[in-house]
């Protein structure tokens, strides 16, 4: 059975720096595409950005570009999401998700999820 969980979620101030852990159970981690999703109250859940079995790096939230990053621990089937320079229009819930092609910002593309990571950012 695959199981994803995230964990580091919180509640920080505007300007500083948050680390997410997304890790993975029941498969192959370096054989899939990982990617971060974030999701408000109401609203459709739209890709942050994704990571190739390659170490490929794809951003689908222009906001995201230059503050946040994806690093993985293949062996720790393990990854992260970085996010520095916070800002409140960040706060959202994020969640992982992996599918065994290549990186996709569509939902509806991927396999599987984790649970999500309640991020929330003050001014």
Known sequence: QVQAVESGGGLVQAGESLRLSCTVSGLTFELYAMAWFRQAPGKEREGVVCITRY??????TDSAKGRFSIPRDVAKNTMYLQMNS???????????????????GLRHDYNYWGQGAQVTVSS
């Open 55 to 60: 170490g490929t790096t794809t951003y689908y």
């Open 86 to 104: 916070l800002k409140p229009e960040d706060t959202d819930m994020y969640c992982c998700a992996g599918r065994t092609a290549g990186c996709s």
